[in-house]
């Protein structure tokens, strides 16, 4: 069955590095999105993406985050000076337009 | 605006008996509404959805989901829990349009005893 796949699975980093957290989508979905969450608690959406462009952020998603799909398969989020608060596990899902989203098992980040 | 509530943060059942897990919801129009279910350090799952039609949704794993217009709910049910059903529920509501986001609510942690 296929499946979203995400690298790393966890990622440690010092505030004030860049990140970039990787995600292969479903091969025939167009649409793709990135949620965080912090420890175990609200999934939280912070953006999705459509024909090369952002559809649609959240106040959460600001100038330090950015997405990017370089090619055909990969789907990127970047964060670009890291804090601490920036600590939390995160998904990338996908979707044909319609219907469900498809997560990923997500990317750990741990800013010290 | 579309949004859904979770009013309990932990629900404990014994193996064996009902498991019921609370959504309403608060949407303009006709509500587009899901659950998913997320196992330790996983990631998330979908179960099931209500997009028209039968109120009783079934989807994975035994579990169904009621949508109650008049209560403006859509609880999740399972007959008979499993202590393997322990995990975090989240219900999500999403608008209709294609590549529209979910939102999800706080979610609710289930814990199943043997």
């Known amino acids: 069955e296929p499946e979203v796949t995400q690298t790393p699975s966890h990622q440690v980093t010092q505030m004030g590095q860049e990140v970039i957290l990787r995600c292969v989508p479903i091969?025939?979905?167009?649409?793709f999105y990135w949620y965080r969450q912090i420890l175990g608690q609200k999934v939280e959406f912070l953006v999705s993406?459509?024909?090369?462009?952002?559809?649609?952020k959240s106040e959460i998603f600001d100038d330090q985050f950015s997405v990017e799909r370089p090619d055909g398969s990969n789907f990127t989020l970047k964060i670009r000076s890291t804090k601490l608060e920036d600590s939390a596990m995160y998904f990338c899902?996908?979707?044909?337009?319609?219907?469900?989203?498809?997560f990923g098992e997500g990317s750990r980040l741990t800013v010290l | 605006a579309q949004s859904v509530a979770q009013p309990e943060d932990q629900v404990n059942v014994a193996e064996g008996n009902p498991l019921t897990v609370k959504c309403t919801y608060s949407?303009?129009?006709?509500?587009?509404l899901f659950w998913y279910v997320q196992y330790p350090n996983r990631g998330l799952q979908f179960l099931l959805k209500?997009?028209?039609?039968?109120?009783l949704v079934k989807g994975s794993y035994g579990f169904e989901a009621e949508f109650n217009k008049s209560q403006t709910s859509f609880h999740l049910k399972k007959p008979s829990a499993l202590v393997s059903d322990s995990a975090l529920y989240f219900c999500?509501?999403?608008?209709?349009?294609?590549?529209?986001?979910?939102?999800f609510g706080g979610g609710t942690r289930v814990l199943v005893k043997p």
């Open positions: 993406f459509y024909n090369n462009e952002i559809s649609e």
């Open positions: 999500a509501d999403r608008g209709r349009a294609a590549g529209n986001k979910l939102t």
């Open positions: 209500y997009i028209t039609g039968d109120n």
């Open positions: 899902a996908s979707n044909v337009g319609t219907g469900e989203l498809f």
């Open positions: 091969s025939n979905h167009l649409y």
């Open positions: 949407v303009s129009g006709n509500p587009y």
